[in-house]
């Protein structure tokens, strides 16, 4: 009896001590989660009257990379983030629009480092459509980059320091070659491909670029530097022939004005005027009055982060529609396996895709593709989810960003619909295997391989040997084997003839506009016609909701996302005036992995196309 009623206190005593430790770790989370709320500089009770400001932070990006977690703390400790998602700005934008709160938007672009010329034109667009509500747009820049003055030239009024200037020097197309240096490592690369244009791996193979990389990158970089002078010059007012001048007589036009750049870019038309901060802050204030209790800006304003969250509260009220159309983001290189956002893991965006087929509530779904390919397994293992998709009775409709080549082709080509931009970079459909041997690198220190196989393939692979006969013919017979596989899908999803699609094939680069001649795309938009079409074929009318679908996030994620959407709301709705807690603060470049090619067990891959 005793020794019983002792097992029932201990195992009482462990049951409160684990209720004990429970609610601590809760209380902890909540505590962590307020912090987190708390690091915002500003929570979104927006001013009667202000202007929304645009800093965007880093690179452009359809989806953010990294941990979740990690960029929130990032984001209350007032680090940079390194990346902006574009369909956060273009929210906000949209969504000012209609708030008669916001009187004007002020284009900050000083930490902006670089996007894709569609991802720019999305954006810009937002931005034109906000002007046409009659509100007005401002930008001003200590300095402007290339790709920062795209988006400044939208504005009203373009403002530059009287120290800055506005780079415009066209686009590039440089790689960087390692076959000097292998030879000096006496590394020997073995190179496996299918497709007279494919060039993804001269980097490794050749000292300088290849006749047939020279004619095609000439193509599609003469047609992006065309629409972007045209969009900027429409922006403007001012003649595409301008634009072109201002590059090329940029050495001229600088020592006319004795070396004072902004002089040169206010002399060619590209600024309105050259005004300090201050004076600056001065013209918007007359605009949008100020802000006694924040002289941060010198004008009454709320930084668009700070506005988001509201957005996303507003947004989420009204989403009440029966269906939905899901749209699912796939950023950044194709891998097998498991991949975290920036990364498109094969594994990991099935798991999502299947998820959007077993949705009763998603009647289509819209597939956003910026990549620039990888993994022939993980590119096929998300394509057979797309047809599963179709086969369930759902519309699957591709819409492609800046880049969507080879790899990411792959996975938009069973779409009942594709969408790109005129400046996407797309097609490259080719195949290459990449597998580097060291046997002459080892025999620079005396080190030898010799031994004996049970087969005529036996060691045949092994990376300290010269790859053996058989092994290549295999390896060169597998490329091919892709290559024409790779082909006959897009020629049956295409409803065209393999001879065709051969034709436009060999590893070519197209831009949005060419693919759709060649009949590689369907439509040229971007992603809101995408969603529309996509309603459209699920005969779904106007109210439907649109659904971004995600990873599944960890209880932690979860956590942080619903806090802050829950503060959001409630400052919104009951704080009697803004709440400002200042105290906790407010080219990418990846480097293809040459052994990982090898060591990944499938050495196969549709392309890793780069685009600066």
């Known amino acids: 009896m005793l020794h019983a009623l002792w097992s029932f206190l201990k195992g009482v005593w462990v049951a409160l001590d684990g209720l004990r430790k429970v609610l601590h770790l809760i209380l902890l989370l909540v505590l962590f989660g307020l912090l987190l709320i708390a690091g915002q500089t500003e929570l979104p009770l927006v001013p009667r009257r202000a202007a929304l400001v645009l800093s965007p932070d880093g690179y452009l990006v359809e989806e953010l990379s990294g941990d979740p977690l990690e960029r929130a703390l990032a984001g209350a400790t ?82 530059l320091d009287p120290m800055g200037y506005v780079l415009l020097e066209g686009y590039g197309y440089f790689r960087t070659y390692f076959r000097g240096t292998l030879d000096k490592l006496a590394v020997d690369l073995n190179v496996f491909k299918a497709g007279s244009h494919k060039s993804a791996p001269d980097e490794w193979t050749r000292t300088d670029m290849s006749d047939e990389d020279r004619e095609n990158a000439g193509v599609w970089l003469g047609a992006l530097w065309d629409a972007y002078k045209a969009d900027v010059g429409a922006a403007r007012k001012l003649e595409p022939g ?104 094969g594994d990991s965006l099935a798991e999502v895709l299947r998820e959007a087929r077993t949705d009763d509530d998603l009647a289509a779904v819209v597939l956003r593709i910026d990549s620039p390919g990888g993994s022939i397994m993980a590119s096929e293992v998300i394509r057979r989810e797309v047809a599963a998709l179709k086969a369930a009775g759902k519309p699957v409709v591709a819409t492609m960003s800046t880049v969507a080549a080879s790899g990411g082709y792959y996975i938009a080509m069973d779409a009942d619909r594709i969408y790109a931009a005129p400046t996407t970079i797309t097609g490259s459909i080719g195949v290459f295997a990449v597998i580097p041997t060291f046997q002459d690198t080892l025999g620079k220190v005396g080190v030898t391989s010799d031994g004996f196989g049970t087969t005529r393939l036996a060691g045949q692979l092994d990376l300290s040997r010269d790859i053996g006969p058989d092994a290549r013919a295999i390896l060169q017979a597998s490329v091919e084997h892709h290559y024409r596989y790779f082909v006959g899908r897009v020629a049956e999803a295409r409803k065209r003839r393999a001879e065709e699609i051969e034709s436009i094939a060999e590893g070519r680069v197209w831009t949005g506009a060419d693919a759709q001649a060649a009949g590689l795309v369907d ?90």
């Open 78 to 159: 007032g680090e940079l983030r390194g990346e902006t998602r574009l369909r956060d700005l273009v929210d906000v934008i949209d969504e000012a629009r209609d708030d008669d709160r916001i009187q004007a938007l002020v284009l900050d672009l000083d930490d902006l480092a670089g996007a894709g010329l569609p991802m720019l034109q999305d954006l810009a667009q937002s931005i034109r459509w906000f002007r046409e509500s009659g509100k007005k747009v401002y930008a001003y820049g200590e300095s402007f980059s290339q790709r920062q003055y795209f988006i400044a030239a939208q504005a009203d009024e373009v403002y």
């Open 242 to 345: 301008l634009i072109q001048a201002y590059a090329d007589e940029a050495a001229e036009g600088v020592r006319a004005t004795r070396g004072d750049l902004a002089q040169y870019a206010l002399a060619r038309g590209l600024v309105d005027a050259l005004k300090t901060r201050h004076e600056f802050e001065e013209i918007v204030a007359a605009t949008v009055g100020r802000d006694d209790e924040d002289d941060e800006n010198g004008y009454s304003a709320v930084d668009w982060r700070g506005y988001l969250p509201y957005v996303r509260a507003q947004r989420e009220l009204r989403e009440f529609g029966d269906q939905a159309v899901g749209v699912i983001v796939a950023s950044g290189e194709i891998l097998d396996g498991r991949r975290g956002p920036g990364l498109v893991g």
């Open 523 to 612: 439509e040229l938009g971007g992603i809101d016609e995408a969603i529309a079409k996509a309603a459209e074929l699920a005969g779904l009318e106007e109210g439907y909701d649109v659904r971004w679908m995600e990873q599944e996030l960890s209880w932690q994620e979860a956590l942080v996302r619903r806090l802050r959407s829950g503060a959001a709301w409630l400052v919104e709705a009951v704080a009697p005036r803004r709440v400002n807690l200042p105290w906790l603060g407010d080219t990418f470049a990846r480097a293809r992995a040459l052994l990982g090619l090898a060591a990944a067990g499938r050495p196969v891959y549709l392309c890793s196309c780069r685009v600066e």
